[in-house]
């Protein structure tokens, strides 16, 4: 199990030298900001992402800032996701596939059992799609092309304060940054026409504002140490400061700059981006076993980009179910019993509207988390498809995975009295 670590410990590093790249492409992401990566570490990907109403003392919870409370020990958390997707439009298909970073931070009692602060870095949304329209008008062809890149990343410190003994609240504060680059550009051929000069309108918006949440969660104890949880979440609607850079190139076939015109040099504008209420419920007994649900709702009709156009997006909405069962946590000589299984499946109704219609996201999620000492290994793992070639003109269907160390320590900040 210790080269297992060993080895999960050099791939998260390595990967982490790269940054935030891009997971795969899809065309899908030239909508709003993108795809959103989400509010969930591996180990709770592999119950589709639950962690709205519960908490454990193994893993920080960066869903719910009110579940932070458990975390008792100083905890550490660093992962990487890969993805693989295939996109079709029922005639040509693309199987993009690639791995970045997905989340490093730490949680750390101010004052165990009663207040708790945790700090993370992780992805926010991701943009990257290009594809090519071909219209023929008068015998010239027009090769409309389209092309986005980049995404926004952000840093979360979150705090959970025990108000009672089933009663915990909790608040974060987002410093959300990146840049989201897109451009525009228009090939012609045809007879008298310089196909060797393409004009390409480029727009890249940088954005850096801070965002801000709350949430809560009530526990009822049940009956033998089983507990029913219930956790609410609200993130704040936020006009985020942007800057837009747009120039106007002329390139060659080969994508090389020929001249450059500013239209635009960093204007000052804005985007909103919309609320997000999540509710969640679920029963289990530490770490034992949990089921649970959480709902979601984001009000994406109230999007506003720098040019202030709602994009024709639609509300979301995301229901997720899931559970894991440990059959013995306190097992010594079986180290499958220590073992934690997850299981999980969702249903999201994305933000996107593609040719009139609403693009839905299904799938189904599974994982573990095999311990190494106080530490642990956590996978989870998604099989799920969005969209629909009679209604969208589009089908992608994806496997993506999540690895993630979780180490757990009592040790660490605290000064040494004796060597």
Same mark, same amino acid.
């Given at each position: 199990m210790y080269r297992i670590l060993g080895i999960s410990l050099v791939v998260i590093f390595c990967v982490m030298q790269k940054g935030y790249t891009q997971v795969s492409s899809s065309p899908l992401t030239q909508q709003g900001i993108g795809d959103l990566y989400g509010a969930h570490l591996a180990n709770s990907y592999g $119950?589709?992402?639950? /962690?709205?109403s519960n908490g454990t003392v193994r893993y920080i919870n960066n869903q719910n800032p009110a579940l932070l409370v458990y975390n008792s020990i100083y905890t550490y958390s660093a992962g990487v996701i890969g993805e693989s997707r295939r996109t079709s439009n029922g005639v040509d298909a693309q199987k993009p596939g690639s791995m970045?970073?997905?989340? *490093? /931070? $730490? #949680? +750390?009692? *101010?004052? @165990?059992?009663?207040? &708790?602060? #945790?700090? $993370?870095l992780s992805p926010y949304s991701n943009v990257d799609f290009q594809f090519t329209e071909e219209k023929i008008i008068n015998g010239i062809t027009y090769d409309s092309r389209q092309k986005? #890149? =980049? /995404?926004?990343? =952000?840093? !979360?410190?979150?705090?959970?304060?025990?108000?009672?003994?089933? +009663?915990? *609240? %909790?608040?974060? &504060?987002?410093?959300? +940054? %990146? @840049?989201?680059?897109? !451009?525009s550009s228009n090939v012609l051929t045809g007879t008298g026409v310089n196909s060797q000069r393409v004009p390409t309108i480029l727009d890249r918006d940088a954005v850096s504002d801070l965002l801000f949440g709350l949430g809560m969660q009530y526990r009822y104890k049940l009956t033998n140490d089983n507990y029913l949880n219930f956790g609410l979440?609200?993130?704040?609607q936020a006009d985020v400061n942007t800057n837009r850079l747009q120039t106007l190139e002329t390139r060659n076939t080969s994508d090389i700059v020929l001249a450059a015109d500013t239209l635009l040099n960093d204007e000052k504008g804005a985007m909103l981006l919309p609320s997000n209420l999540g509710f969640g419920i679920s029963v289990g007994k530490p770490l034992s076993w949990l089921a649970g649900v959480d709902i979601r709702l984001q009000q994406w009709k109230d999007f506003r980009n720098f040019s202030n156009s709602s994009e024709n997006l639609q509300n979301a909405i995301t229901v997720a179910v899931g559970g894991e069962f440990t059959p013995d946590a306190g097992s010594i000589d079986k180290f499958f019993n220590r073992v934690t299984y997850r299981i999980g499946a969702s249903y999201e109704r994305t933000p996107y509207v593609v040719e009139g219609a609403g693009v839905n996201d299904v799938g189904i999620n599974f994982g573990w988390s095999m311990p190494v000492g106080i530490s642990s290994l956590d996978m989870g793992f998604r099989f799920g498809k969005r969209g629909s070639l009679s209604d969208h003109e589009i089908k992608e269907s994806y496997f993506r995975t999540q690895l993630g160390m979780t180490i757990n320590d009592r040790l660490w900040f605290i000064k040494r009295k004796f060597d």
């Open positions: $119950m589709a992402g639950i /962690g709205i970045n970073l997905s989340n *490093i /931070g $730490m #949680s +750390f009692p *101010i004052k @165990s059992g009663k207040w &708790v602060s #945790s700090i $993370m986005g #890149s =980049q /995404g926004l990343a =952000q840093l !979360e410190w979150a705090h959970g304060i025990r108000i009672t003994k089933n +009663f915990n *609240i %909790g608040a974060k &504060v987002k410093y959300l +940054f %990146g @840049s989201i680059k897109k !451009e979440i609200y993130d704040l």
